[in-house]
DNA sequence: AATGAATGAGTCTTCATTCAT
DNA sequence: CATGAATGAAGACTCATTCAT
């Protein structure tokens, strides 16, 4: 009797399980016999339910960014009417939110990261995630500030929280997300305030 | 006697070849026979200089950092006595110099950032790189400011750069390298100028 | 489901292809490769049941001393309450059974008498199966003299049937099997019988 | 300036050096280059004295074989017209000989049976030692004894100092030594008291 | 005579994938 | 649905041998 509806719950089993051999052993070095034995089940079934390698490491990346971006929403609906300010530390809050910073997270997205490059199955999602992140950014600043501007601060925020997340992935020190939201909401106070000085294309490039 | 002093060589000719071959296939698909390969030589050459194939990464890792701080170091050297702000710059235009900018060096780097994780002879270099990093912003920042602030501008500018590059790296355009040196600019320019509203520990966190 | 409990039966394949290459190529040149070949089976298959090439060897070493002892073992049972001569009789027999004799056997015990000198695993073994013989003939040889004389007895008709072994399997050939065995015998009516002139320690070494 | 007679100087440095690797990594494990360091030259320089590993292997185990020989023959000197009996203890004793029991020898010794199996070129040198120690006894024997007896004779105690010197060998125990000329000396006394009982063919196998 | 750099064939081992049950 | 036995291609590494100097 073949048990139905064990799609979804096996899909997440497999899932849970890439996460955690990534965790442990990092992607290079995960391969599908680990994973099923993590998931608990058979080699086999990987094949049954991902067809492929690589399209276990699809699903699994998709499920990342679908977290990192179900955090950002929900942050974001329950600060609707809030000031651009209070909205941009919500989206700062949920990239370092605890879904996002277990170690086995920030592991495989650094390895997706690294991946992505040579593989365009990753490639589109990494884009695809890049520009939501970079137009959610943006739509918010676009209310303190021209639109010119509000897209270099937004170029700038989404790099400063790639910057402190990738420093807190490499030091392996959970300790460091204070810091790291602190300078975050700093970066936002500063673009808010508006520029110490406009950045300008060359004369800004040996000021005294 | 056979031709000595080939060492050298040999081993330059390898790590450039190393470069290319995860510039064009990516880390996890450079194989020992690729490399030598494309170095023009037989695959027992890298054994017999680099003993094992981390070895040959663990060294082309090094010879990527040294170029990097050989960099920030001229630089730095040409403008001694200058003001702080245009240290910072040169440190800044040398994280995007031509040798760190090329595709090659960006791929190798994120792969390297992303396999030091389990890798504890890269994690190795990859922390005193960091913590040099770190270490040479924090004392130009201290010129113009408390240690305290002076660390966090550090941490924050450190953050900035690698989020800029990552993005530059991940996007593949060359062109983002002006866009992310200006971004960078403003942040130094944002710090030097005194925080627009000083980071607090909790109050910070919930701003209207 | 596949097909179930096939690890014994493979295992057995494997032992025996192993026997085989040993014989016809020598432990040196027994690849992995030619083991499978000889098997009728893949390649990655040992990996899969053994683990390793030295499981394989181990566990082939295991399977030729477990025959010896078994072949003993039995030729006891049926001798049980024989006169030590007759049991003696039955342990050398087996020492040249039909299942020690074979060259492949011969070959393999050879190999791995050598390579056990640096290779701890089957050094184990050695020393167990050793171990296991001597005392075996030990007890024997107590019930028809004192202790003393039963231990230095037990020695020496070890060393003479592995001598005898050893000599057959250098010569290769299978005949001398019928005077290896009178040979064995005559060494064990000499111990039986009282010794010619008990042996001491110093004053035998130069004897007129 | 060609220094000239280098020949044999360099040929038993390297011999030297080739004992001294197997007596520590054990002859599959003993590669050129391992005894060109061993030896202090360089690589090349193996190929350039015996053309090959083979050739390099072949004359070890010569010198091995000739410094057993060369004891034996010196020992027979000097006691040219004592009896039999002080002339096999002397051959006896030669094999137990210092040069004959350190570990380097032994393991080669060991080694060289093993691999004689399927290397014609040490095959040969094997048999003709087998063959000349066996004559060697034999010799001595037809004095004391009619010429069928004494071709067991020699062949058994053959057979019991390979057999003792082979344990020694795999239990790697220095002390083994004294109790394994005992028991040797024994087999000489036996032999020379005349057999307890006749072995005959068939008859003798199940003996009361 | 001697060097040691270079070669490349050969070996072990790993692993994604397939498939009969 | 699920299993896990089996495959075989691919990669890292070793090492005897060659050869220009």
Redesign the interface.
């Known amino acids: 009797m073949p048990k139905t509806g064990m799609r979804p719950i096996r899909r997440a089993q497999l899932i849970q399980a890439t996460l955690g051999v990534i965790d442990q ?5 995960a391969t599908m016999a680990g994973i099923a034995r993590q998931a608990g089940t058979s080699t086999g079934i990987v094949s049954h339910y991902f067809g492929d390698k690589m399209g276990l490491l699809q699903a699994t990346m998709r499920s990342v960014l679908r977290d990192l971006f179900r955090a950002m929403h929900d942050r974001r609906q329950a600060l609707r009417d ?2 651009p ?2 909205r941009l ?1 919500a989206m700062i809050d949920a990239n370092f939110d605890a879904s996002q910073i277990s170690n086995a997270v920030r ?1 495989t997205w ?2 997706f ?7 365009p199955a990753l490639q589109r999602l ?1 884009r695809i995630n ?1 520009r939501r992140m970079q137009s959610n950014l943006c739509c918010v600043f676009l209310e303190a500030m021209p639109p010119d501007r509000a897209r ?1 601060a937004a ?2 925020l ?7 997340w ?2 807190a ?4 020190d959970a300790a460091d997300t ?6 975050a ?3 936002v ?2 673009q ?2 508006g ?3 406009t ?3 060359s004369s ?5």
Chains 1, 2, 3, 4 share one sequence.
């Open positions: 052993a990092g992607l290079a070095n809030a000031s300010g209070a530390h592991k650094l390895a990261w690294s991946s992505s490059m040579h593989e990494q890049q270099n170029t700038g989404a790099a400063m929280i790639d910057g402190l990738l420093r992935a490499l030091s392996n204070e810091l790291a939201r602190r300078l909401y700093q970066y106070a500063f808010l305030a520029p110490a000085r950045p300008e294309k800004a490039r040996k000021p005294a």
